[in-house]
């Protein structure tokens, strides 16, 4: 991690995908995923880590000691040593098997293309995605499989550092978390706030390809919600996995160059805290309030996972109107 200034990002071409497949700038697409049934192996990311790994860490960034100290209380946690190089190998390899070619390439009218990444699109709601590469400029599989988050969420959760993380998240509410949660209402005040408990990961997994010149622009993440049966699942925590190195973490034995996770001034200056790539690193933080970006990648290529927390309604926010 690092305290810096950055350097706006420069107007980029479209993906090289995205010329080849002809979608044009801010096309509406309804984009559909492509998968087919992948085995994992029986001894692949269990909740115990390989003997040989470092023991995993656990650092919460304090912003207050920061360039962007308005960010103060804000969640933003670093787990460091979380999966070993063969297991973010071995993930990657899995999730580009996942794809189901055939459809993928019938879909984008691309017959014989043997890769399985496509340009990452921008939602655009109502199932459509749009092409923004002066905002969003990467390739991107996507994967669901209840079976990976599940064993990647126990790692995470294991021994002394993953028991202080579940302390830390396994419930929500609005009176400590009202931010958190997207509650903060001056002219209201609660009767009895809301409680969220933590379920776990979300199975859609976003897997995020970034060669020499892409970048995501500053933003914020949106939370996801649904519903099954009478409860109320939604996400207010975003999860990275990193899937390699890069030069900032690791020194010259890295190819990678740039592609850090940056926290930015939501007032288009130039503060920012980054968090550089570093094979095995989670970063978790909050959705509401955070504003952030994936830097330029100047040299090789960036490898990330991206998913987010998921939780279950327990309680609804009662709400009295404090209004004459």
Sequence with gaps: MSDNTSSAAPSEPRPDYAKALNIRRGQPIRVEYFTKPTTLPSSFLLPSPPADM????????????????????????????????????????????????????????????????????????????????????????????????????????????????????????????????????????????????????????????YARGQFFAPHCDGNYSEKVGDTVFKTFFTMHLYLNDSVAEVGEQAELVGGATSFTANDGGERKVDVDPKMGRVLIFQQQGLYHAGDDVLEGTKYTMRTEIMYALVEKTQWTSTRP
């Design 54 to 209: 470092e023991p995993m860490s656990l650092t919460a960034i304090d912003f207050s000691k920061t360039t962007l100290p308005e960010n103060a209380g804000r969640i933003a946690l670093v787990l460091d040593n979380v999966l070993s190089p063969s297991e973010c190998q071995t993930l990657l390899s899995l999730a580009e098997s996942s794809v189901d070619l055939d459809r993928l390439n019938t879909f984008w009218n691309s017959p014989g293309d043997a890769s399985p990444w496509r340009p990452a699109l921008v939602n655009a709601g109502q199932g459509y995605e749009v092409l923004e590469p002066e905002y969003r400029n990467s390739d991107r599989i996507v994967w669901d499989s209840d079976e990976v988050v599940a064993r990647l969420w126990a790692r995470c959760l294991h021994g002394k550092v993953g028991e202080a993380l579940g302390v830390m998240l396994s419930e929500l509410n609005g009176a400590d978390h009202a931010e958190v949660l997207g509650e903060k209402k001056k002219a209201w005040r609660w009767d009895r706030p809301s409680r969220w408990a933590m379920k776990g990961l979300n199975k859609r997994m976003r897997f995020l390809k």
